[in-house]
């Protein structure tokens, strides 16, 4: 198993940001190739540390880091990829990793 | 469902982190009540921008935020916490988020 993680920073307008994310993005990133689950935050992204300086995480879910790679490739991942730039105005940053349950 | 990431960066002993880890912090980590499922990242953490300059994340999930808080008031919870210092020489990053599936 293999996920892609997606931190997005807080954004200069987060009400602007969820409606471009859910009305727009979200269906982009559904259609990407090898999507096996789509998971993201609700509510606030805590830490015990206090501020975390981030709005939102995604987490997609695949069976395989290759199959993230194929997707980032594709024309629905290059799609759902610039779709970013134009809402995630805080940023975001992107971790993949193969996952293993212990 | 909500769920505990743990970025830990790059340290400065990456083996000897490993052995902490899986030897020591791992048990102390699965002891922690409320604890539903415990996944480890294998191999690099990677990035479609290059270097994440992180070395391990671990998903810890549970049924909710409120456990979260819980388990970390909880001995055990206290106990997995204050190992951490003692290998991740890097530092690691905490979030924790209540999810849902899309």
Redesign the interface.
Known sequence: MA?L?V?YKTPADPAAFDRHYFDRH?PLA?AIPGLR???????P?????GE?G?HL?A?LHFDS?ADIQAA?ASPEGQAA?ADVASFATGGA??????????
């Open positions: 996920q993680l931190l979200v559904k689950r789509y998971e993201v935050s609700q509510g992204v805590a830490s015990p540390a975390t981030l995480v987490i880091v980032f990829a940053d992107m971790l993949i990793v193969e996952t293993r349950s212990l």
